[in-house]
């Protein structure tokens, strides 16, 4: 194996300064946030020494901090240090910048750009007043919440400094300043379980506040806090009546502070938004806008609106959020539109998305009533409605004779056809009508990868969309139906995947805060199905995979960003996850008589009974306790708990044992002969005795060709089988998997016309017809889990050491690939390989961020080079 560094060196510089997981610090909840910063050059084995971190606080901050604060630190780290000047208070706002120096010399990193921290409201005093309110009027119980808008008007004698807005919603919002749309978040503030987390937003509104007369609107729908959700019809679920709640913050340059908090004095009404239902859709009557006009103005006549009534205080805690908001990412424009088989007009948008129609430059007669009906599939020659179950998905336009550009605001949608009926004669139902909004939260993206195999491609690109579809606000399981939860067995499987795809820290760290709020509950400590839990008093049987994402996933975030605060504060879930809310046969696996879901939609499960799976549910269960317990040692060996660290990791060895005597004869054989039972044992190394092992592998590989290379395992199975193959020397026999285009397979929904990834193997059939099961999501996630193996074998990337500091680079041809690239945006910043076959030659290049090193493995080498920082390549004869 030959190596030696690539190119020029570019000089190392600071790219990205970032605080706690925050995409952008800006009304965050710490007052003393952790400081991390990547790097961006390619000098050879560049470590920091030590570094120089300035705060410049504002004059009059009260904190006798006034101007520069400057402090040197001889260390090596660079995530996640601590901050060095007194904690910010309320609303405080400063800028801080860093700059590192380098092991081999003195000279410094150029200052990275100064970047703006501040703070939001830390306390429930701090909200001057503002208490959430509502429309006095008699809300709607039994049918959907009509949106209401709400009003203030106020004034500014002086010109403003800053002004800021702090607003949350019992339901979802959007504000507006003057006339003028405040930010551009959708779906706001998210979905929270509302009962114990309750996020609020920050805006700066500096520029829209005016001298003299102003007004701020709000517009308020029911969202998820009070509209119909989940499996039933209830409504209400979390409160049933829709309000808001704001404070207006105006500091004007002389130094007077002007609040305008949501109190009684703010005015109401409805309008043209009708209804706005997340299953059901939006309709809007765009002939009530004439009596709305500028009513986000000042001067606008409300003389005849609502008086606003005061609501309870919310029963969550007032916070900002962890994640990044919603926001409207892209656009996608039709690629065709055609007739059904009975004569209805349909949109192809090309792309199964979620978000909704942006229609543009309509005009017909007044009264005209467009209606836009929503599917992911054609069955038929139709529009398939029946996946949808009892979710309308329908979005109602009505003219008021105008020329009109609308989007619906409270609703979403997963789609890729769309029928369109009522639309007007006189305007061109096309491109340059209509428009495709794509949202979802609005995470960095880091990872990448493309390889020669153009289907692998596609179904990469797949997983991608299917992890924007769903990645919205929290992990919902699937986007269109009458169901888009937070199914926790979902968010396991996938988990990997998506830590490598985006920067989920803090969208996982808010949905973990859920989780352990949830468990608390009733004092069970069991893991619900879905987080947050609906109905809110919903206590669930304890099911495996599905509750123990409460222990790999702080795992896998801990892996992939290396924030021990973060995997510290998840731990008492972990803990209590594993040591009660479990419930135990004596031999301490799991209680036979409880619930399980085992190997969920098994690629045999009959299209009316998704669990009826292959393999025993409790094997599933009892495999993953014990690997549970591993990890839940490691997660306390991280912790610098030694003593718990050394516990589990007794009872870890004490469950595989009864494991062995639970589910395997004297000679290692599993109770099912199974893909998933073969592959948790060798992944999990549940096998003690090598020649058991040994025997286990064979039976593995014999199990896959038998089934002609086919997949034969389910959500819980599918995330162990690549690996397992993998580490007995079976790489090639996955290889032969994973090109296949025969049902079950992933590249079949490919060859399918799929562009996301689906929750059945076979959710569309051989012969273009939907399968006759509920479980039909043409967007599901959870079997897209396998891009995570792709993103180590084939691209070869994978952390050695939590937060990448160290990466293992070990690609692995196969299945005719002939190059393929990977990269992947880390805490020390850009990490890439590239590899290709030729002319008998493998050759690799490698980049390896500053602070951080890596160890190459060649496929055929056999030998560890360790390198540091810097660019390299390597080559090894291929025949």
Same mark, same amino acid.
């Given at each position: 194996m030959a190596a030696h560094q690539a190119g020029p060196q570019a000089e190392v510089s600071i790219s990205h300064l970032s605080f706690e997981n925050h995409r952008v610090p800006f009304g965050i909840a710490e007052s003393k946030p952790r400081i991390s910063w990547r790097f961006r050059g390619d000098a050879q084995a560049w470590q920091?020494?030590?570094?120089?971190?300035?705060?410049?606080?504002?004059?009059?901050?009260?904190?006798?901090?006034?101007?520069?604060?400057?402090?040197?630190?001889?260390?090596?780290?660079?995530?996640?240090?601590?901050?060095?000047?007194?904690?910010?208070?309320?609303?405080?706002?400063?800028?801080?910048?860093?700059?590192?120096?380098?092991?081999?010399s003195n000279t410094p990193t150029p200052w990275s750009d100064w970047v703006a921290v501040e703070t939001g409201l830390l306390g429930r005093d701090d909200w001057a007043g503002a208490g959430p309110i509502a429309a006095d009027r008699p809300t709607e119980v039994h049918g959907p919440k009509q949106p209401i808008y709400f009003r203030k008007s106020f004034r500014s004698d002086e010109d403003v400094a800053t002004a800021r807005l702090y607003i949350t919603a019992l339901g979802l919002y959007e504000a507006e300043l003057n006339g003028q749309r405040v930010g551009d978040a959708v779906m706001a503030p998210g979905w929270q379980s509302y009962n114990f987390r309750h996020a609020y937003d920050t805006y700066d509104v500096t520029k829209l506040v005016k001298r003299g007369e102003n007004a701020i609107g709000v517009l308020v729908g029911e969202g998820w806090y009070a509209g119909r959700y989940a499996f039933t019809s209830n409504r209400n679920i979390w409160g049933d009546t829709i309000g808001l709640q704001s404070l207006l913050r105006v500091t004007l340059k002389n130094g007077t502070v002007v609040t305008v908090p949501s109190d009684t004095s703010w005015r109401a009404n409805t309008g043209p938004v009708v209804s706005s239902e997340i299953y059901d859709g939006e309709t809007y009557d765009s002939r009530l806008e004439a009596d709305l006009k500028d009513w986000s103005s000042a001067g606008f006549d409300d003389s005849k609106w609502l008086a606003a009534k005061q609501l309870p205080p919310v029963k969550g805690e007032l916070?900002?959020?962890?994640?990044?908001?919603?926001?409207?990412?892209?656009?996608?424009?039709?690629?065709?539109?055609?007739?059904?088989?009975?004569?209805?007009?349909?949109?192809?948008?090309?792309?199964?998305?979620?978000?909704?129609?942006?229609?543009?430059?309509?005009?017909?007669?007044?009264?005209?009533?467009?209606?836009?009906?929503?599917?992911?599939?054609?069955?038929?020659?139709?529009?398939?409605?029946?996946?949808?179950? @009892?979710?309308?998905?329908?979005? @109602?336009?009505?003219?008021?004779?105008?020329?009109?550009?609308?989007?619906?605001?409270? @609703?979403?949608?997963?789609?890729?056809?769309?029928?369109?009926?009522?639309?007007?004669?006189?305007?061109?139902?096309?491109?340059?009508?209509?428009?495709?909004?794509?949202?979802?939260?609005?995470?960095?993206?880091?990872?990448?990868?493309?390889? =020669?195999?153009?289907?692998? +491609?596609?179904?990469?690109?797949?997983?991608?969309?299917?992890?924007?579809? +769903?990645?919205? =606000?929290?992990?919902?399981?699937?986007?269109?139906?009458?169901?888009?939860?937070?199914?926790?067995?979902?968010?396991?499987?996938?988990?990997?995947?998506?830590?490598?795809?985006?920067?989920?820290?803090?969208?996982?760290?808010?949905?973990?805060?859920?989780?352990?709020?949830?468990?608390?509950?009733?004092?069970?400590?069991?893991?619900?199905?879905?987080?947050?839990?609906?109905?809110?008093?919903?206590?669930?049987?304890?099911?495996?995979?599905?509750?123990?994402?409460?222990?790999?996933?702080?795992?896998?975030?801990?892996?992939?960003?290396?924030?021990?605060?973060?995997?510290?504060?998840?731990?008492?879930?972990?803990?209590?996850?594993?040591?009660?809310?479990?419930?135990?046969?004596e031999d301490k696996l799991w209680d036979r008589r409880g619930a399980q879901f085992g190997d969920w939609l098994d690629p045999k499960a009959p299209p009316e009974d998704a669990g009826a799976a292959t393999t025993h549910k409790c094997l599933v269960a009892d495999a993953y306790l014990v690997r549970m317990t591993e990890l839940l040692a490691n997660i306390s060996a991280a912790l610098g708990m030694a003593a718990n660290a050394e516990a589990y990791s007794k009872q870890h060895g004490e469950l595989r044992t009864s494991f062995q005597k639970a589910w395997m004869d004297g000679n290692g054989k599993m109770a099912n002969r199974t893909q998933t039972a073969y592959a948790l044992g060798l992944n999990f190394g549940l096998y003690t005795d090598e020649t058991q092992k040994a025997a286990a592998a064979d039976t593995l590989r014999s199990l896959v060709a038998e089934n002609d290379h086919l997949v034969g395992t389910g959500f819980a199975g599918t995330p162990a089988l690549a690996p397992a193959l993998q580490s007995i020397g079976a790489v090639d026999d996955f290889y032969q998997m994973l090109v296949q285009t025969k049902v079950p397979s992933w590249l079949y929904q490919v060859v399918m016309n799929g562009t996301t990834t689906w929750e059945r193997w076979d959710s569309l059939l051989a012969d273009g017809h939907v399968n006759s099961g509920e479980m039909t999501s043409f967007n599901h996630y959870a079997f897209g889990a396998v891009a995570d193996w792709m993103h180590k074998t084939i691209g070869g990337l994978a952390p050695l050491e939590p937060a990448w500091k160290a990466v293992k680079v070990e690609p692995i041809p196969g299945a005719g690939i002939t190059h393929a690239n990977a990269s992947f945006l880390g805490p020390y910043g850009e990490v890439w390989s590239a590899w290709n076959l030729k002319d008998g030659l493998f050759k690799l290049q490698v980049r390896v961020p500053p602070n951080s090193r890596a160890e190459v493995r060649l496929p055929r080498g056999g030998k560890v080079v360790k390198v540091w920082s810097g660019v390299y390549e390597f080559e090894e004869p291929w025949k």
């Open positions: 920091q020494s030590s570094y120089t971190i300035e705060v410049s606080r504002g004059k009059g901050n009260g904190t006798g901090k006034d101007g520069t604060l400057s402090r040197s630190y001889q260390t090596t780290d660079s995530i996640y240090v601590p901050w060095p000047d007194e904690p910010l208070r309320t609303g405080e706002s400063v800028q801080v910048r860093v700059r590192s120096f380098a092991n081999s916070v900002p959020p962890d994640a990044p908001p919603v926001r409207k990412i892209e656009e996608i424009k039709p690629v065709r539109v055609f007739k059904s088989a009975s004569n209805k007009t349909i949109l192809d948008m090309g792309q199964n998305m979620v978000g909704w129609l942006r229609l543009s430059d309509v005009r017909g007669p007044i009264g005209t009533n467009i209606t836009l009906r929503h599917a992911e599939v054609m069955d038929n020659g139709e529009l398939a409605l029946r996946p949808l179950r @009892t979710a309308k998905a329908t979005d @109602t336009l009505i003219l008021n004779g105008q020329k009109q550009t609308w989007e619906p605001r409270f @609703t979403f949608h997963g789609f890729r056809y769309v029928q369109v009926d009522g639309w007007p004669e006189d305007t061109e139902l096309s491109a340059k009508t209509v428009t495709g909004v794509v949202i979802h939260s609005d995470l960095e993206p880091t990872g990448s990868f493309t390889c =020669s195999h153009e289907l692998l +491609n596609k179904f990469h690109e797949n997983v991608q969309w299917s992890m924007k579809g +769903n990645f919205l =606000s929290i992990s919902t399981d699937c986007p269109q139906r009458d169901e888009r939860l937070g199914w926790t067995g979902d968010a396991h499987a996938f988990g990997p995947t998506a830590n490598f795809l985006y920067n989920t820290a803090g969208f996982w760290r808010g949905w973990h805060k859920d989780m352990w709020s949830e468990m608390q509950r009733q004092g069970s400590m069991r893991v619900p199905y879905f987080v947050p839990t609906i109905p809110p008093d919903t206590l669930n049987d304890p099911a495996a995979f599905w509750g123990d994402v409460a222990v790999a996933g702080p795992w896998n975030l801990f892996q992939s960003f290396g924030d021990k605060n973060m995997l510290a504060e998840q731990y008492p879930q972990s803990q209590a996850w594993i040591d009660k809310g479990i419930p135990r046969k």
